[in-house]
């Protein structure tokens, strides 16, 4: 729960004392109505109202809901009713006689500034909420996040991972769609492992995982959605941070987060610096019957640099009391290089070789967004209309050339490679809601997303003296993604059920054109398939602190572009990835079933959930039989192959011994099965894999916190391949400094330097081993100073980028 003061508490107790005195004398009534922020008519949850009889002692009061809506049981009177919330001016309402139920209507309140740096805040927002509909993961109160970015924020997120190559999953489900704000970005990328590793956790406010998502939203992705929230100022008058960061390995940044809100406008940034450079290792080899019987190995260290710089800037406009026009300008470009360096030592034939592989990126990124926000006299009767468009480019360099050290030093190869990969998007989006009374709900929307993505692809092989192209392999691809959707939903509350029934429409055109391969004489695809998704999504409260859950959604996985690509792409001679224009999209069914209860030091969040998927993408690594200097060359290719079924349940608990002391443990044990075949290869198989997830967060005193988590992701097995488990740790500790206004924090991730990704692969003639460790322990310092903020300030940001799903 947000702030809630011990004059809070003490109200409640002695409104219930007063409601047991002499009730045959008392008639109870409810006072009704709702609490605004005035200046941008937005709710304000958890606001105060105190009603102070004329006569007598007993007061009585209550608070409001997310919604800051409020219904207050009190005897017949007269009374004095006043309206508080942190950083406004209390509101008095004198000698109001209540005889019978009584709607006090809309009370709006006026920001008060200058209590900002007045008032101590007592209790302040935990890590993690659990809401009816999603799970809330504050990001500023994490300090094992200070200097890192956007993947460090999600892999401490519950029921969310991410893997040392930075695919997210959810549920351990890797088909997971990524919104910011609510919506498709830019900053999501191209490569949403790259991007994510760019985006500075300094600028994402909080990230909501939603398992169940209504028709609202989009329905990529099997396994749910993920939406990353950015920070945008909301206090009157100007504000401010600043934040730098120092780490090493060489971690260098500087953020500033800058506000500035008056009456009729609100100006907001996000800019930020960082320079990184991540030391990463792997280890390979490939052996017959045993480990022992190996006939290859190879050591690769590796340095990744990347210098990227972020900037989101905005205006809101209020046009009226119940009408705004945002418009918002971010730009990110984020070059880097990463050198990779390996020593081969092949058994078979004594020979031992060298190879040195530079990789230069750039990255720029530009996007244009546009929103027009419409109120209506009614609570939650409103329509918003969204525009965005983005530019992106990748452009990408790679040079690379291998010589034999043992037994002579004689050259074996060079090669150079570049890559121009460019998108555009366009996103019209537009959301109608209209109460119908205060129990129900309709809504209606369509959006569409266009995306035009180009990818140039050419290899140079170094023949004699010259570099000459390779058209076999060089390629130029187009791809065309256009997706337009539409979607109804109705929400309904009878008593303490509630229920919100939605449907949505996508209709997918997708072409694919590029040269010619012996595998795709005519490589020309059109492919348009319009798909319907039901939701469901139903509450039953079975006491204020306690509900049970049921949900169900369709959804759908279309093919990336990489995946679509059918030309070869190599990551080494002997390791070649072939994407599949056949590819096509994964639907799935999943069903959920939740329980929530809440006591006075202990919140509790458990579900069971079922996904089934036809028709699924698999990816499979097959030995081609060529062999390049005595090392076999595997292919990977996506295939359309198997059925998957997936049944897992999920525990999450926070228990708050002491106000000093706070617990939080999430844990996820599924069961995965699939049930397929390609090439006379059986590919079914089952598993069983869990992931679990500790922290903890002591309060040494009012300046200074530590906190320590644990991960661990449990060992995966399908018939191909052997994952282990993956074991970390990383501790933190933080002190406020000048008087407050500043944060000192040293934070270390991956305290055992035990992050890494290993997996056994088997084939007919022999078997593999890898393990890759993308970067070793990081250590940071962080400075953050505020400028008329609070670090502790948690008044609730009404802004819903997506609407919310109110009636739930």
Known sequence: MNKI????????????????????ERTIVHVTGSVFEKETNQPLEYATLVFTPEKGKNVTGGITDEKGKFDIAVPTGTYTITVEFFSFQTKTLAKQTINQN??????????????????????????????????????????TVKGGNAADVLDNVPSVTVDVDGNVSLRGNESVKILIDGKPSGLVGLSA??????????????????????????????????????????????????????????????STNVNYRAKKFNVFSNLGYNYRNSLGEAYFFNYLNSEDDKTSEEFRDTENLRKSFNGNIGLEYFLSDNASLTGSFLYRNAPGESNVKSDTYLYTIPTESSREELNEEDDELMEYAL?????????????????????????????????YTV??????????????????????????????????????????????????????????????????????LQNNENIYAAYVQYGTKFKKLSALFGLRMEATDLKVDGQETVEYPDLNFDKKYTNFFPTLNVTYELSDNENITLGYNRRIRRPHSH??????????????????????????????IGYFKKWEKVTLNTSIYYNYANNAIQMIREASGEYINGIPVIYSRPINMSNEDRLGTELSINYSPTKAVQFSNSFNF?????????????????????????????????????????????????????????FSANAAYSLDVLKDNGTLSLNVSDIFNTRSREFYSYFDDFNSFAKMQWSKRQINLNFTYRFNQKKKQTRPAREDMNGGDEIM
Do not use: C
């Open 5 to 24: 003061s011990l004059s809070t508490l003490i109200l409640f107790l002695t409104g219930i004392l007063s409601y047991g005195q002499n009730p045959q």
């Open 102 to 143: 009584l709607n006090l209507g809309t009370i709006l309140l006026d920001s008060d500034v200058q209590t900002l740096g007045e008032v101590e805040i007592i209790a302040e927002k935990s890590t993690v909420e659990v809401k009816l509909d999603k799970k809330i993961y504050n990001v500023g109160q994490d300090m």
């Open 193 to 254: 492992t790259d991007a994510l590793r760019q985006l500075p956790a300094d600028a994402i406010q909080k990230v909501e995982v939603i398992t169940s998502p209504s028709a609202r939203y989009d329905a990529e992705g099997t396994a749910g959605i993920i939406n990353i929230v950015l920070r945008k100022g909301k206090v009157t008058g100007f504000n401010s941070s600043y934040s730098l960061t120092l780490g090493i390995p060489e971690n260098y940044g500087i």
């Open 371 to 403: 929103n027009y926000t419409q109120k209506f006299k009614k609570d939650d009767h409103k329509w918003t209309i969204d525009l965005k468009y983005q530019d992106n480019l990748e452009d990408n360099q790679s040079f690379y050339n291998e010589y």
């Open 407 to 476: 037994p002579t030093n004689d050259f074996i190869d060079a090669e150079k490679s570049y890559t121009n990969d460019t998108q555009k998007d366009w996103l019209i989006k537009s959301d109608y809601v209209l109460p119908l009374g205060d129990k129900k709900q309709f809504e209606i929307g369509f959006q569409a997303n266009l995306k035009d993505r180009s990818t140039d692809y050419k290899v140079y092989e170094y023949i004699g003296s010259t570099y000459v192209l390779n058209t076999d392999i060089s390629n130029l």
């Open 563 to 592: 995946q679509l690509n059918p030309f070869l792409s190599r990551t080494s001679q002997t390791n070649i990835f072939q994407g599949n224009p056949d590819l096509d999209p994964v639907i799935s069914d999943s069903y959920d």
């Open 670 to 726: 599924f069961h995965y099965s699939t049930d397929g075949s390609y090439n006379d290869v059986d590919y079914s198989g089952e598993n069983f894999s869990w992931f679990d997830r500790f922290s903890t967060k002591i309060k040494f005193s009012k300046k200074s916190d530590f906190q320590l988590s644990f991960m661990y992701m449990g060992p995966q097995e399908t018939d191909q391949n052997l994952r282990k488990g993956m």
